[in-house]
């Protein structure tokens, strides 16, 4: 935790939260024993059992660095958190760490007295998105071409700016299977307001996409033709969901000039397409509404668009980009 904003004197009663840059700076956690010596407060705080739970996290890391281990390798972890009585089983590393990040970046963003709640929201509709995805795609398939890296950051960071700037008007562009949306949209769900407009121009191809950056990585992300795009979105989240097919330079000139509190770039990761999403939102965006992107490291359209319009500020740039546009 950098310092002057820590988690837990920055949220709670005296008022919203300052959402700074490094409270987005998480490195792989897995990797970092320091970094959990340093959670530790906040988790103590709202784990009852986390000590033991900690040691028995450590033990299965150093017992598994000796034999085959996968961040997917099952183990149980039961977490008791205090405030609300709620046990939450975690099986796996992976689900291990995510519950870390999102209550750390919960705390960061909401504040203590609501981050208890929403990591255990997050965790579950992980949970329940992931036995999802186990249905239609091998665990390998999971983590290349059906999201492109599955729990990321992203996820966690949509839905608790959501819940923190309660956004009436969002679009999204890139949908695939639908994560994304879906937590978006059991965040608008959470806030009881707000509507999501999705646009994806459906890729049925699993060997690859119609571009690639200037390295040549290409996007594999892909729909099986037969479930559909946003397929994963639960149905009593679709309420408040509008998703609309085709490319993004068509369906965003169609909305108008619709007012926007939130948009999030997910689709076309050329330096074409991005510039032009930045560009169409700039145009669309609220004083005090949020710009989004994934994937910001592909090409230089987000940092050239940052640079080009100070009346941003740059809340998070890593991997994910979060602006917040002037409130003036
Ligand atoms: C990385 S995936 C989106 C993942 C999704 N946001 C999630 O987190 O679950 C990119 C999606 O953008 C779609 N896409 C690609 N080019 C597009 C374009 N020009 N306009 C709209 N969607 C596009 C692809 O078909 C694919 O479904």
């Not at 700037?165 to 769900?189: D, H, M, N, W």
């Not at 594999?220 to 993004?248: C, F, N, Q």
């Not at 994937?295 to 640079?307: G, K, L, Q, V």
Request: hydrophobic share 40%; with cysteine; glycine share 8%.
């Amino acid at each position: 935790v950098a310092s002057g904003a820590s988690p837990t004197t920055s949220g709670g009663k005296r008022g919203a939260p300052s959402l700074e840059f490094h409270d987005f700076q998480m490195k792989p956690l897995g990797k970092a024993l320091r970094t959990f010596r340093r959670l530790h407060p906040y988790l103590r705080r709202h784990v009852s059992n986390w000590v033991g739970t900690d040691l028995r996290y450590l033990a299965h890391l150093r017992g598994s660095s000796r034999g085959p281990h996968g961040k997917d390798a099952p183990v149980a972890f039961q977490l008791h958190l205090r405030r609300s009585g709620r046990v939450l089983e975690l099986r796996s590393v992976r689900e291990y760490h995510f519950f870390v990040e999102a209550l750390y970046l919960a705390c960061s963003v909401l504040g203590e007295d609501a981050a208890e709640e929403a990591a255990a929201t997050l965790i579950e509709l992980r949970q329940q998105l992931r036995q999802d995805l186990e249905r239609v795609f091998t665990a390998q398939e999971i983590d290349t071409v059906a999201t492109g890296g599955y729990p990321a950051l992203k996820e966690i960071v949509l839905y608790l700016l959501v819940r923190r700037y309660r956004p009436k008007a969002l679009v999204e562009t890139g949908v695939a299977q639908g994560i994304s949306s879906t937590f978006i949209l059991r965040a608008l769900a959470d806030n009881g307001e707000g509507r999501l407009i999705s646009i994806d121009l459906p890729n049925y191809n699993p060997e690859g996409f119609r571009y690639a950056d200037a390295k040549g990585t290409i996007d594999h992300t892909y729909v099986k033709k037969d479930l559909g795009v946003g397929w994963i979105v639960p149905k009593p989240l679709r309420e408040r969901w509008d998703l609309r097919l085709g490319a993004s330079s068509a369906e965003l000139p169609k909305l108008g000039d619709a007012k926007l509190d939130f948009f999030f770039h997910d689709s076309e990761h050329s330096y074409e397409n991005m510039g032009f999403e930045y560009r169409w939102a700039d145009g669309h965006l609220l004083p005090g509404a949020l710009l989004v992107s994934d994937d910001i490291h592909w090409n230089s359209a987000f940092p050239e668009f940052i640079h080009a319009h100070p009346e941003y500020r740059v809340v998070a740039d890593h991997r994910v980009g979060v602006l917040l546009r002037s409130p003036a």
